[in-house]
């Protein structure tokens, strides 16, 4: 009877935690806590510690989305020490990994990289490649974002060889997107668009929206750079359009603001100012200081309007 009630248990606990999931996949951030709180429990309960350090590790992807970076990192943390406890390998390279992105999200950049290649030495060792390859790609992005062109290219061109040789497309355009923010931080705009139209291609043809969002947005920036205004002004509304139906606030925030300046660019002054408030609403809601900045630029748009 005993083994049965804690057969039930598992059950109930992991029951709990896919019902935590599928909150967290719909944006439902509240629900998604209480299950995952709920299935925590359970698991404590039942003394199952890994158990445990996947859930810890769930409430901290909530917690990174709710943006309270400080319980994210504190519930990541706590995962990350059992999965070292119970040399749960695999467990622990995704919790370094959740970490290293974490970190690269608050703009700790040196620290996010130590946290991905601390994760790259475990899936190493336990020869999981689709996991390397992802993290290949991550250390090249955090790499790209501090300037550091040649490094970036060589982590992020071993990352698409893997994942191609893996027939893993989702990773494949992770790789070509990360290539071609790579390139236009480089001003190489028309490799960018390449390495851009690739990503788009392939997100379509998996139904990866968010990936698809990027993708246009990358395009959107780079025909902009370019002096393309129209092709940009496109590539920007389906970037807006896609990031709105994958659920990616961010994504929206960052594509309006591009299509602000945009429009500005070509004296589309109705279009930019739609653009601009519509963007800071959303900052607003990440109590971010561009806000204030895009309302000023619609404030000074009324003004040379006038």
């Known amino acids: 009877a005993a083994a049965r009630s804690a057969s039930f248990k598992d059950d109930e606990s992991a029951l ?14 509240d629900k998604a806590i209480e299950y995952f709180e709920l299935s925590l429990d359970m698991h404590q ?14 409430l901290g992807s909530v ?19 059992i999965h070292r406890q119970f040399e749960s390998q695999r467990n622990a390279s995704d919790t370094l990994n959740n970490l290293g992105a974490l970190t690269q999200q608050m703009g700790q950049l040196e620290t996010a990289i130590d946290y991905y290649k601390q994760s790259l030495a475990l899936t190493r060792e336990t020869k999981d490649r689709y996991t390397e390859a992802s993290t290949l790609s991550n250390i090249g992005a955090a790499y ?25 497309l989702a990773g494949e355009s992770g790789a070509l997107v990360n290539l071609g923010s790579t390139h236009s931080g480089m001003k190489n705009y028309r490799v960018a668009i390449d390495y851009f139209k690739q990503a788009l291609s392939l997100a379509r043809k998996i139904g990866h929206q968010h990936r698809e969002g990027v993708a246009l947005h990358g395009l959107g920036r780079a025909y902009m750079k370019l002096k393309q205004y129209s092709d940009a002004i496109s590539f920007l509304r389906q970037s807006v359009d896609l990031s709105r139906a994958s659920h990616d606030p961010e994504g929206q925030a960052a ?12 004296g589309e002054i109705d279009l930019a100012k ?17 806000a204030a900045t895009l309302m000023m630029i619609v404030k000074l748009l009324g003004e040379y309007e006038s």
């Open 16 to 29: 709990l935690t896919n019902l935590g999931n599928i909150h967290l996949e719909l944006r439902e951030f």
């Open 144 to 168: 790209s974002e501090m300037s550091q062109w040649a490094d970036a290219l060589a982590y992020l061109q071993e990352a698409l060889s893997i994942d191609r040789e893996l027939g893993n």
């Open 274 to 290: 739609q653009s601009f408030k519509a963007s800071a609403r959303y900052y607003t809601k990440f109590d971010s200081p561009q």
């Open 45 to 58: 309960e039942l003394g199952d510690e890994q158990g445990t350090g996947i859930v810890l590790n769930s």
């Open 63 to 81: 917690y990174v989305q709710t943006r309270e970076f400080g319980k994210a990192v504190e519930y990541y943390e706590q995962s990350l020490a």
């Open 255 to 266: 594509s309006l603001q591009e299509l602000g300046r945009c429009a500005w660019m070509i």
